[in-house]
């Protein structure tokens, strides 16, 4: 079955605009993660998607939000741009919200100039 | 909070050489970890994964044994290949939710 699908894969923005990244997870789960990854601060979560409703969030300021579809894609954005967001942005589903294990996507790599 | 600890790399290892990384956690409750694989210009994907105190999780010559009384969860390979290279993290899941919390990883060097 197809795995975890993020898109775009490269973006590249400027400071001060705003960004939406996709994520499809695997077909019939319905939990969607994501996690920010820099050489600086690691793997860290942003925030847990389920039935549309978010679970869980990160420690992260306000600039960032997401949400997720009735198909259970996900989107997040982050809107007025900083260089430090520039990051590997993975995206992890998962059957369901019981600590079941996570696939990963591929990443989207986001540079901020 | 939950927290986990691996050893810092990179480690350079030759061929069939044994292969031990450390992780340690903290957390408050009692954790599922896992071990995870990044290789260049991928996403992370699952090595092994132990849920309860004394598990021990194998995949591909790959073992780890959940340790409560020491909190830790080495990960260790008897004989490596280049093809192992690659970037592994230690990460833990509280019972509830998939939320994993990360260790700063370890780059891994196998020279042929």
């Known amino acids: 079955k197809a795995g975890v699908t993020q898109t775009p894969r490269y973006l590249i923005k400027t400071r001060g605009q705003q960004v939406t990244l996709s994520c499809s997870p695997i077909?019939?789960?319905?939990?969607v993660s994501w996690y920010q990854q820099t050489p600086g601060q690691g793997l860290q979560f942003l925030f847990e998607?389920?039935?549309?409703?978010?679970?869980n969030k990160g420690n992260f300021p306000g600039r960032f939000s997401g949400r997720q579809f009735s198909n259970s894609r996900s989107e997040m954005n982050v809107s007025t741009l900083e260089l430090g967001d520039s990051a590997l942005y993975l995206c992890?589903?998962?059957?369901?919200?019981?600590?079941?294990?996570?696939?990963f996507g591929q990443g989207t790599r986001l540079t901020v100039v | 909070g939950d927290s986990v600890t691996q050893m810092e790399g990179p480690v350079t290892l030759s061929e069939e050489a044994f292969l031990t990384i450390n992780c340690t956690y903290t957390?408050?409750?009692?954790?599922?970890l896992f071990w995870y694989v990044q290789y260049p210009g991928e996403g992370l994907q699952l090595l092994l994964k132990?849920?309860?105190?004394?598990d021990k999780g194998s995949n591909k010559g790959f073992e780890a044994t959940y340790r409560k009384e020491t909190t830790s969860f080495h990960l260790e390979k008897g004989s490596v290949q280049v093809s192992d290279s690659a970037v592994y993290f230690c990460?833990?899941?509280?019972?509830?939710?998939?939320?994993?919390?990360f260790g700063a990883g370890t780059i891994l060097r196998v020279k042929s």
């Open positions: 992890a589903s998962s059957l369901t919200l019981m600590n079941t294990e996570a696939f």
């Open positions: 077909s019939g789960h319905r939990s």
């Open positions: 998607y389920f039935s549309e409703t978010q679970r």
């Open positions: 957390a408050t409750g009692y954790p599922s």
């Open positions: 132990a849920t309860k105190a004394d």
């Open positions: 990460a833990l899941s509280m019972e509830y939710g998939n939320k994993l919390v």
